[in-house]
Nanobody, 122 residues
Framework: QVQLVESGGGLVQAGGSLRLSCLAS????????MGWFRQAPGKEREFVAT????????YYADSVKGRFTVSRDNAKNTVYLQMNSLKPEDTAVYYC???????????????WGQGTQVTVSS
């Protein structure tokens, strides 16, 4: 069983930055890919970014490319999402997820965190 705990969300003005963290329990973190997803009120959960086991392969949604950066520290069992140049449309609950492969499909991820709220004011 793996538990994922996100942190780092909050309220920020447009143009600002936040860094989300996701701490995973267990000793096999480095064997899995990690993904970030988000869900805004009234909308479906959408893919944000994914990173492979080593951190050498990353993929982003077009809406965040060039503004968000995903990274991981396997020694700390933690994956990060650095979010810069935030826009009001980035407002959502952000979730980290653990899976076998780095994919954009939410259903491919086996474990999910509880989410952290990010609110960007205009």
């Amino acid at each position: 069983q793996v538990q994922l705990v996100e942190s780092g969300g909050g309220l920020v003005q447009a143009g600002g930055s936040l860094r989300l963290s996701c701490l995973a329990s267990g000793r096999t973190f480095s064997m899995y890919a990690m993904g970030w997803f988000r869900q805004a009120p009234g909308k479906e959960r959408e893919f944000v970014a994914t990173i492979n086991r080593s951190g050498g392969s990353k993929y982003y949604a077009d809406s965040v490319k060039g503004r968000f950066t995903v990274s991981r520290d396997n020694a700390k069992n933690t994956v990060y999402l650095q979010m810069n140049s935030l826009k009001p449309e980035d407002t959502a609950v952000y979730y980290c997820a653990l899976g076998v492969f780095e994919t954009v499909v939410a259903g491919d991820y086996k474990y999910w965190g509880q989410g952290t709220q990010v609110t960007v004011s205009s």
